[in-house]
């Protein structure tokens, strides 16, 4: 038993000394001097690579315990290993969102007094699934157990897996039609759920009575319990071997390490000052089921960030200037914002696998109180964050991008992640038993083109680095929809010298089930929420949903006639019009409408991501190789990029470069005669901005920003030389 | 520590390296001798003398021009002094119609102009497309990048820029 310590709560008194120690000398936990690191920096080496192999380890052997594609297909899992006082030392790859996530709900649990009431012991297991505790969104739920060795708390291990299901409003993990946190789904608040390394029988049974697919989340507590368990006795047996001394030094050591770390590669690889960007958001929801009037159904959403390299090569990023938290599930905590920094670090900066809470520390994030990124009511949905998490990321990327090129490492710059649309279903399975479950090939979308190459193609997103869209004949299993096609969206990366990847578009047919709930999220509606970089255009992300009910598909396929496979390259008339009958739906916004039933044909897609550099310069012999296997298309190859493609007596495509260049000069012409001056385009817009001549949604995106952003009421009415405030009529 | 030779960088900037070779580079310690080779490779691409002090975009450049320093084009244009927007100094054709939006996105599902227009800006003399914004109607133009000069030559090179009495 832990020796009674002279007060109850010494965790909590470390925990406060150890951030004191770090707010006077600005090193983590005091360490002024990588003592061990110095003595002997190969043993110092070794051993954070072991414990990055702990942890690695400890999570593919988790991954087979668990039932769900999510963590078995796609790896939606990480698992870690803490010290004492909750600062991440070592990760494993996987959902790298979490690498601080964790650090929240342990410090949470430490700073109310856990020691003393439930008191954490040997064999405890705690969970949670709160954003304003420590997590990202509901599904992401995670679980911790304490280290102990000789009496005394040495450390603590943590897995999350993001759950496929979570029992809310409407099917799946990210539950887009919460509004309040009350509708999300099962709440789990920093909860002791086990005890002597097995879960509570009472734990289990309220999932099972609480969530569609019990399995999912009940088999993820077993495979992250086990995980916790794998590597608490790893790092155990290593105390053994290193004593308890220099683990409690060495481990924090790693830490302090982490940060200088981070502060060196970026003044390595970037260039000290501001950075500036944006992106936006578009939801439209007017009309459609289940939505409460709390707030305005469509809005839009204006997501700038201003980052400031500075020259101790610290990054900072302020949100200032965005929108408030509102009646939607896409408001984020500042564990979820912390989130989306690492996911987005560990790509650009620390890819070397030894990222912990060292580079948080070597990072600032200033979320402005009352804004979606940190929010001043504890009762808003976070069930689909993501939704404006990956735009604001994406613009990081780009920020960072611009950095890499200022300094020469154009190899590093890629315009970077997009959102990822979302679809979640439930009702009835093909088995006749209830389900729910997040479809997580999204996982596999196109990404930002680089500034030396293309973009990826089917094979990136930005919140797992291990991109994988998982085999079909998987979701089949779990599903009741037939894959009928899966394939390239031609166009869907941004144009530029190097076009951004390509997504893909998934074509089903609901089979075997006449209760079939589809619900999609985080995608954009009317607004593009990407961009390209260095004269790159965003990639189209504002794709509308095309579903038939009630189709005529078995009588084709009866008659061997042709079925519809994918919604073709006509944005007026899908290919599902050309060659099905049946009640045809073209839906903008969030995909939620009545259940459908066998027979019906539904299509969600993906997106691709923004491009890099003037579309004039695009390379043609590439682009006839695009244009042969279905990346871009003819139209797109001679009026975006001015590539004239004749075609081989096979009938492939062939890049004329004579007519090309001649092309390409009288576009370059064309292009001087339309555009006027800067100075004189904003002469005119000014009258319209004097007027607020502008759409509701647009007007009501001002003010809201003016309202809570004094920079941005300067900013707006000094670029006009407005009254902002008058001008959107904001007291 | 490794380190690459002029032509490596330079067919790495234009995109023409080999893959594997590219591969490496991108998995390999980065080399610390890269920025004075990479504006020496850019400063061999343009077409003019004044010294580049620092690319901003792909062919776009902070450089030193007489007593001044001011954004170039790669074609020679001049935006002004380097610390003001060089955006407002450039041409722009405004993308706010069904219309103009299907010229880059024939066959996409496109943005609602009253919610959304897309801005090029160009270089007015030889019509290259520097940067693009996507932005709703009456929003700011984006200042994108206030680089702190004198501090990355002096604490990050390890090399003062000579003081420069006038910007503009």
Known sequence: MLDKPASALRIRERLIESERLMEETGCYDGITELELRNQDPLKFETLHTKLRAYCVSAREMARRISASPGVREVGEMVVAIYTPEGDAIALSNGIMVHVHTMSRFIKWMIRNGYEENPQIRDGDIFANNDAFIGTVQVPDVMDVMPIFHSGRLVGWAGAVCHELEAGGITPGGDVALAQERFTEGLFVCAEKVGENDELRRDYVIRCERNLRMPIYWVLDEKAKVASCIDMRESVKALIDEIGLDYWMQVSKEFIEEGRRAQLARTRQLTVPGIYRGHTFYGHVTAGKPGYQPLGDPDWLYNIPIEMEITSDGKIKMDFEGTQ???????????????????????????????????????????????????????????????????????VFQRLLSRSFIARGFVEEAFVGQVNSPMIEMGGQSQYGTPFGMAHFECAAAGSGALAIKDGLDTAYVGWNPESDMGNIEIWEQNMPMLYIGRSIVPNSGGAGKYRGGCSFLSTWLVSKTDHLRLVTSEHSSRVFDNGGLCGGYPAPTCQKHRAVRGSNIFELAENRAPLAHHTGTNPYRSELEVRLEGKHVTLEGPYITAPHKTGDVFTHSYNGGGGYGDVLERDPVKTAWDVENGFLTKEAAVGIFGIVLDEDEEGFPVANLEATERHRAEMRSRRLARAKPVSEWMAKERERVKAADFAPEVKKMYASAIKLSPRFTKDFSTFWDVDAKSTFGVE | MSSYSKEVIADLVAGTLPWPQTRRIMSAYKDDDRFFKYVAVLQGRVGWSDPILLPVGDHLFICQSGDER??????????????????????????????????????????????????????????????????????????????????????????PLEPSNKGG
């Open chain 1, 324 to 394: 408030p938290w509102g009646y939607h599930s896409m408001n984020c905590t500042p564990a979820g914002m912390d989130g989306g920094m690492f996911v987005t670090l560990t790509q650009h900066m620390n890819f070397e696998g030894l990222v912990n809470d060292g580079a948080w520390m070597a990072t600032e994030l200033k979320l402005p109180k009352g804004t979606w990124t940190n929010p001043d009511n504890e009762m808003v949905a976070t069930a689909t964050s993501w939704a404006l998490l990956l735009p604001a990321y994406g």
């Open chain 2, 70 to 159: 001011v954004t170039k084009c790669e074609c020679g244009h001049s935006f002004g002094d380097y610390r003001k927007n060089w955006k407002l100094k450039a041409a722009i054709i405004v993308r706010d119609s069904e219309e103009l939006l299907r010229e880059i996105y024939p066959n996409s599902d496109l943005p609602d102009s009253d919610w959304m227009e897309i801005r090029e800006f160009i270089c007015p003399e030889c019509g290259t497309l520097h940067e693009v914004e996507a932005a709703a109607p009456g929003y700011p133009i984006v200042h994108d990048f206030e680089p702190d000069l004198e501090g990355f030559y002096r604490d990050w090179l390890g090399k």
